[in-house]
């Protein structure tokens, strides 16, 4: 089936830092997400993005991190600078469609893990 | 807000058992939320296992089945006979909205489940 790849799989990186984590959705994919997984918690929702927007996002999604998806090339989720607590793996999905309810299927990548130091 | 409670795992259990995970769920903004079963393969994204959005149906898929109860807010999920195959992390999830961006899905913390020969 469709693929979301996710771009490295573990990053680390040192307290106050930039990281960017990448995202390859599927081809013809129009809507893009990040969400945030803590070790032994609930996977949660960051944010969504459409035609170049920021369409919702939740009280996780800091002013320290920013989406774009530059010339239809990799979704990203940038964090600057990281804290520790943003040491969690970060999951990319896409979907074709929208919010029409059960329509949108989302598609997840393998996530990302990340380790801030 | 929302949330959604799983069995807690790891489950074990024989090939050709029975399997079920028990999913509730609580949803503040409405009153049918679409529900979702993801299972994530070792290694892979998560991917959409079954989806059901209207109260009262059943969805199922490669053998498994979930039945979407609003009156006990349930959608737990069965197998009558597991193969090793479905050894991987479920997870319940819901989606409470219905305007016209998409969907921020509310995760269980998932069910890891392993079957042995």
């Known amino acids: 089936g469709p693929k979301v790849l996710q771009i490295p799989s573990h990053q680390i990186i040192d307290m106050g830092q930039m990281v960017t984590l990448n995202c390859d959705p599927v081809s013809n994919h129009l809507y893009f997400y990040w969400y945030k997984q803590i070790l032994g918690q609930q996977m949660e929702f960051l944010v969504n993005f459409y035609n170049g927007k920021v369409m919702e996002k939740s009280k996780l999604f800091k002013d320290q991190f920013s989406v774009e998806r530059p010339d239809g090339s990799y979704f990203t989720l940038k964090i600057q600078p990281t804290a520790l607590e943003d040491s969690a793996v970060y999951f990319c999905?896409?979907?074709?469609?929208?919010?029409?309810?059960?329509?949108?299927?989302?598609?997840f990548g393998a996530g990302t893990r990340l380790s801030v130091l | 807000g929302d949330s959604v409670t799983q069995t807690e795992g790891p489950v074990t259990v024989s090939e050709s058992e029975s399997l079920i995970i028990n999913c509730t769920y609580s949803a503040t903004s409405i009153a049918y939320p679409n529900l979702f079963w993801y299972v994530r393969y070792p290694g892979e994204g998560l991917q959409l296992l079954l989806k059901v959005i209207t109260a009262g149906q059943k969805g199922s898929s490669r053998g498994f089945e979930a039945t979407y109860n609003k009156e006990t807010t349930s959608f737990h999920l069965q197998k009558a006979s597991v193969q090793e195959s479905d050894s991987a992390v479920y997870y319940c999830a819901l989606g409470d909205r219905v305007d016209n961006y998409a969907q921020g899905l509310t995760f269980g913390l998932g069910t890891r489940v392993s079957v042995f020969p």
């Open positions: 999905a896409s979907s074709l469609l929208g919010g029409a309810p059960g329509q949108n299927t989302l598609y």
